[in-house]
């Protein structure tokens, strides 16, 4: 059994970056994600493991900062919260066009613009379905607990690797800052066994020098590199789909939910329950690759699918694109920094798919 | 005397840098890149580091100089390469890191990355080529474009009041105390071109002490941008451009030279 510890979501996403063999991390404070680098400043990993921590002087400099160490094969990370995602997104796009593997954290805030710092999923279409320019995506976490929080850091870097593509732990501001006992996985080394031959970390005589870009200016060759990513993406469809599902087996009605919601909307299943309304869980745990069959699975024995989140309404629409059609799916949620209730969250399922389907 | 006796190794007296590639040059016949690409290639040659460099080119005319330099390079995007070279560096101390940038790229866009890198003491090297015009984009004005001077996007010169005042970045990294080395030089005559490289020797040695950022100025001709021959934009370059930036060490050994005692 691992260490246990009570620990802040934040806080669990350092420590596991230091035990998940992470080679640097760089970042710049906003709220409610600044533990991550305080953690890891008063932790000095650099005794520790070796591991590289600096503060940047922005967003913008950050990602670029985790795009250079990437280049050379580091497993490297950055983390933030909304405002500062968008400032970044010029960086991810040339990461995910130059296939650079690296893990980026979102601890979401309400939007937009400066919008307000208490917890929000309203960035889901920016980090599922591109978020910066050009045909990209980003492989998307979201975790549910403190525990899934350290977790995901590891397993985000074996995926971000697997695919020699970014990888993004899409959290928010409840996940973040709320403590709760977790089980730290065991230390792992700080040596990388992920092909490394595409690294640029000086020509040897034994080899071709290692270019590292994003830029084609012919456009067949991008159009022939655009192809080859969007193989890579339809690989992580077939192979890295995770989701949970609770109660579903039975169930007629279904939440949809993801991160915090997904907590939220557990407890709904049991109040619903109570009331005799036989309600399921379905939570995406990837948010890409989405899990569609799962959900058009489900589309076939239950009579409807409310998707909650804390938007007004994105994930919705990859939910109602997996189901097709099939039955009624519709959006609740409280958004631009509210969180909504178990109670609140029922009520929705009964008066916009319940009472209508019935 | 036959040809096969003249051909030999001692009577050498100029040879093409293996480092540089057979790809032809895409730069404008006459523009100073070819010449900073040839010293640096020449220095890394010279000092045998070629396995323990990483390049980071720039966006600009010189985004392709991954093509000319038989090193491991990486693309950045525009002004981030400053902060691209700390990813490295801090990852890999023992690595010989430098930037290649234009004037819009260090003194425009990445402003920020530029001084901040240089005020950490980040220590690498940035090679600054100053041609006072976005080259690349076909002209406009940059933030090194001289008072008076035309281009595409200040076409009747640049008018100060309008526009603002050139930006002496090199006179502003050379006063943090992150930088190490600061140097202005340039590659439009052959005496210039030799003391151009032994600057960026200098700058490339200097990252054995740890010491912080080792920086150097090129200042370079835009001849196709200025709308001039090559012979012409040199003569414009000595006579305005070098006017406005002085060439000579701003700062060496991390102590700022003084004023007029330019070497």
């Known amino acids: 059994m691992g260490e246990i510890r009570l620990m802040k979501g934040n806080e669990a996403i350092a420590e596991a970056a230091i035990r998940a063999g992470c080679d640097a991390y760089f970042g710049y404070p906003i709220t409610p994600q600044s533990e991550v680098l305080e953690y890891l400043m008063a932790e000095k ?58 893990l980026i954290v979102n601890v979401v805030r ?10 929000s999923q309203a960035d889901y279409f920016q980090a599922t379905k591109g978020g910066g320019h050009g045909d990209y995506r980003l492989i998307v976490l979201a975790p549910s607990s403190v525990q899934e929080m350290a977790d995901f850091v590891k397993l985000a870097f074996d995926l971000a690797f697997k695919y020699r593509n970014p990888a993004m732990i899409l959290s928010d501001g409840v996940i973040g800052q709320m403590m709760e006992k977790i089980e730290l996985f065991e230390p792992i080394p700080r040596v990388n066994e992920f092909d490394q031959s595409w690294v640029t970390t000086g020509k040897t005589p034994d080899r071709q020098r290692n270019i590292i870009t994003s830029l084609n200016l012919d456009p067949y060759l991008q159009e022939e590199h655009n192809h080859h990513l969007q193989e890579k993406y339809a690989r992580m469809r077939r192979e890295d789909v995770r989701y949970e599902a609770i109660a579903c087996d039975d169930a007629d009605y279904l939440f949809v ?40 699975d489900l589309s076939q024995s239950v009579k409807g699918m409310l998707a909650v989140e804390m938007s007004a309404g994105q994930m919705v629409e990859d939910v109602r694109l997996a189901v097709n059609g099939k039955i009624p799916v519709e959006h609740f949620g409280r958004f631009g920094g509210v969180v909504h209730s178990p109670e609140e969250v029922l009520e929705a399922l009964e008066e916009k798919i319940v009472k209508p389907v019935v | 005397m036959n040809l096969e006796e003249i051909i030999r190794e001692e009577n050498i007296v100029y040879r093409r840098t293996p480092l540089l590639t057979d790809k032809a040059l895409s730069y404008c016949p006459g523009c100073g890149h070819g010449t900073t690409h040839r010293l640096i290639m020449e220095v890394i040659e010279e000092m045998g580091i070629q396995s323990d460099v990483i390049g980071i080119a720039p966006v600009g005319c010189s985004v392709l100089a991954y093509e000319f330099m038989d090193i491991d390079m990486i693309e950045a995007a525009h ?51 100053n041609n006072g015009i976005y080259g690349m984009t076909g002209g406009q004005m940059a933030p090194t474009t001289i008072p008076g001077m035309k281009s595409s996007t200040s076409p009747f010169g640049r008018d100060t009041a309008m526009m603002g005042y050139p930006l002496k970045i090199t006179e502003l990294i050379a006063q943090l105390p992150g930088t190490y080395y600061v140097s202005r030089q340039s590659v439009h005559t052959p005496a210039s071109v030799r003391k151009a490289k032994k600057a960026i020797r200098k700058a490339f040695e200097n990252q054995k002490l740890n010491k912080g950022v080792s920086f150097v100025e090129v200042v370079s001709n835009c001849n196709s941008g200025w709308k001039m021959t090559p012979v012409q934009a040199n003569k414009w370059l000595e006579e305005n451009m070098l006017a406005y930036f002085p060439p000579g060490d701003l700062k060496v050994d991390g102590q700022l030279v003084e004023q007029g005692k330019t070497s």
Not at chain 1, 59 to 85: H, L, R
């Open chain 1, 110 to 119: 309400g939007g937009p613009g400066l919008g307000t710092i208490q917890p």
């Open chain 2, 79 to 129: 002004g981030r390469a400053p902060a691209v070279a700390t990813g490295i560096k801090r990852t890999w101390p023992g690595k010989y890191v430098f930037t290649y940038q234009g004037d819009g790229d260090l003194a425009a866009i990445g402003t920020s990355e530029t001084i901040h890198c240089c005020n950490r003491g980040e220590n690498i090297t940035i090679i600054f080529i």
């Open chain 1, 45 to 102: 990993p650099h005794e520790r493991t070796g591991m590289v921590v600096l503060q940047a002087e922005s967003e913008v400099a950050a990602i670029n900062m985790v795009y250079g160490a990437a280049c050379t094969g580091k497993k490297v990370m950055t983390s933030s919260s909304s405002p500062g995602i968008s400032l970044m997104q010029e960086g991810i796009s040339y990461i995910a066009g130059a296939e650079l593997p690296c």
């Open chain 1, 257 to 296: 939910a993801y991160g915090s919601s997904a907590r939220i909307c557990q407890k709904a299943v049991q109040l619903a329950r109570k009331k005799g309304i036989k309600a399921g869980l379905l939570r995406p745990i990837t948010l890409f690759p989405f899990p569609e069959k799962i959900l058009g």
